[in-house]
């Protein structure tokens, strides 16, 4: 047996690194592809706004000629900056289950690190707070979304043999959306916003929602910059997301509160499940690809609660019901009956608290590793 690490170095071998999970999961009812599209410019430096100041390096496994498994480092000096730790971080990590794969894979990301200069590895983390992270180490069997990482159950202890020990883990929720709502939630919602005089963002359309976007991720970054591993965003890498991400999201799933200055106070982001289109899809627009997309955006039973974020102000005034109850009522027009939380940080009792109004359960949980080394 010969095992062989090779660093992807052109866009052949990176094409290679983004289609490997497509034949490891191949056949398996629960992984969810991403858009070969997007990976591709998440992973290219001529198109990814943080490799401004990112550095990172992708290496690909053979064993007896085949590719085995794949792996991204990255340092992210702007986590150093914030959170005052010589890290690296590592990603987009796939492989069989073989624990030479693993081992070799990870080894060379901590040669890289510490040749780098750290003096820890953990992940799996993206560029950003924005890319997917942390492995799955429960609910296998349960379908995975476009925001959470699937992987098989065997890579916790392929970690934990490499000497990789628990950083933080994130739990994820089913909810179920009662019909018509939840009336304690409504009635919450009425009071909260006469008392502090705010209103919501009527917007008829994308580009009205737009208007607003540079304020949504102002708000995101002072909400979230205590969350772990969060940095902030450059000017470049927002107009990016908003492209990304806003750009095709209906406003009704998106609610903006403001305040009597019309500064936002909070918002939500949800969509439809796009699990079942992008499996359709294998991670491909082309040439059918967008045609399951757009019907998933139009027709769904089952959604996504991927960010909400509440202005320091105002957090434990209530503001939550606001946006619960304008989500509440697009998801029951919709038809749309059960919501996945997506990752919430274990620790994270206040967001958790919500969902005792609803039918849920805790489903996932997903975790960063993170090993010290030696320099």
Not at 61 to 81: F, S
């Given at each position: 047996?010969?095992?062989?690490?090779k660093?992807?170095?052109?866009?052949?071998?990176?094409?290679?690194?983004?289609?490997?999970p497509?034949?490891?999961?191949?056949?398996?009812?629960?992984?969810?592809?991403?858009?070969?599209?997007?990976?591709?410019?998440?992973?290219?430096?001529?198109?990814?706004?943080?490799?401004?100041?990112?550095?990172?390096?992708?290496?690909?496994?053979?064993?007896?000629?085949?590719?085995?498994?794949?792996?991204?480092?990255?340092?992210?000096?702007?986590?150093?900056?914030?959170?005052g730790?010589?890290?690296?971080r590592?990603?987009?990590?796939?492989?069989?289950?073989?624990?030479?794969?693993?081992?070799?894979?990870?080894?060379?990301?901590?040669?890289?690190?510490?040749?780098?200069?750290?003096?820890?590895?953990?992940g799996p983390?993206?560029?950003?707070?924005?890319?997917?992270?942390?492995?799955?180490?429960?609910?296998?069997?349960?379908?995975?979304?476009?925001?959470?990482?699937?992987?098989?159950?065997?890579?916790?202890?392929?970690?934990?043999?490499?000497?990789?020990?628990?950083?933080?883990?994130?739990?994820?929720?089913?909810?179920?959306?009662?019909?018509?709502?939840?009336?304690?939630?409504?009635?919450?919602?009425?009071?909260?916003?006469?008392?502090?005089?705010?209103?919501?963002?009527?917007?008829?359309?994308?580009?009205?929602?737009?208007?607003?976007?540079?304020?949504?991720?102002?708000l995101?970054d002072?909400?979230?910059?205590?969350?772990?591993?969060?940095?902030?965003?450059?000017?470049?890498?927002?107009?990016?997301?908003?492209?990304?991400?806003?750009?095709?999201?209906?406003?009704?799933?998106?609610?903006?509160?403001?305040?009597?200055?019309?500064?936002?106070?909070?918002f939500?982001?949800?969509?439809?499940?796009?699990?079942?289109?992008?499996?359709?899809?294998?991670?491909?627009?082309?040439?059918l690809g967008?045609?399951?997309?757009?019907?998933?955006?139009?027709?769904?039973?089952?959604?996504?609660?991927?960010?909400?974020?509440?202005?320091?102000?105002?957090?434990?005034?209530?503001?939550?019901?606001?946006?619960?109850?304008?989500?509440l009522?697009?998801?029951?027009?919709m038809g749309?009956?059960?919501?996945e939380?997506?990752?919430?940080?274990?620790?994270?009792?206040n967001?958790?608290?919500?969902?005792?109004?609803?039918?849920?359960?805790?489903?996932?949980?997903?975790?960063?590793?993170?090993?010290?080394?030696?320099?």
């Amino acid at each position: 047996m010969t095992i062989t690490i090779k660093e992807v170095t052109n866009r052949r071998l990176l094409r290679k690194f983004v289609n490997f999970p497509f034949k490891l999961y191949k056949g398996n009812p629960n992984w969810i592809p991403t858009l070969r599209s997007d990976a591709m410019n998440t992973l290219r430096k001529d198109k990814n706004p943080a490799f401004a100041f990112c550095r990172a390096k992708y290496w690909l496994a053979y064993k007896d000629g085949k590719i085995a498994g794949r792996i991204a480092g990255i340092i992210n000096p702007r986590y150093q900056e914030r959170w005052g730790n010589a890290y690296a971080r590592f990603g987009w990590i796939d492989f069989i289950d073989d624990d030479q794969i693993s081992r070799a894979l990870l080894a060379k990301v901590e040669e890289w690190a510490q040749e780098q200069g750290m003096q820890a590895v953990h992940g799996p983390l993206g560029f950003t707070d924005m890319d997917p992270e942390a492995m799955l180490v429960e609910g296998f069997d349960e379908m995975g979304t476009l925001i959470g990482i699937y992987n098989y159950s065997y890579y916790r202890t392929h970690m934990e043999n490499a000497g990789y020990v628990k950083d933080t883990d994130w739990v994820e929720f089913e909810i179920k959306v009662p019909a018509g709502g939840v009336e304690k939630i409504r009635k919450l919602a009425e009071i909260v916003e006469e008392r502090y005089h705010l209103h919501y963002l009527d917007a008829k359309n994308k580009k009205e929602l737009l208007l607003y976007a540079r304020q949504l991720f102002e708000l995101l970054d002072e909400t979230y910059q205590h969350l772990y591993g969060v940095t902030p965003l450059s000017q470049e890498q927002i107009d990016a997301y908003i492209t990304q991400y806003l750009g095709f999201l209906s406003p009704e799933f998106v609610p903006i509160i403001l305040d009597e200055t019309n500064k936002m106070v909070a918002f939500g982001i949800a969509m439809p499940s796009l699990s079942q289109a992008l499996r359709k899809s294998k991670g491909r627009l082309f040439p059918l690809g967008f045609l399951y997309l757009l019907h998933a955006l139009r027709k769904n039973d089952k959604g996504d609660l991927c960010l909400i974020a509440v202005r320091k102000d105002f957090q434990g005034k209530g503001v939550n019901s606001m946006l619960m109850t304008r989500l509440l009522d697009v998801f029951t027009r919709m038809g749309i009956t059960s919501v996945e939380s997506n990752p919430e940080l274990e620790d994270n009792i206040n967001v958790q608290a919500q969902w005792k109004h609803f039918g849920f359960r805790q489903h996932k949980r997903r975790r960063v590793f993170i090993k010290n080394m030696k320099n």
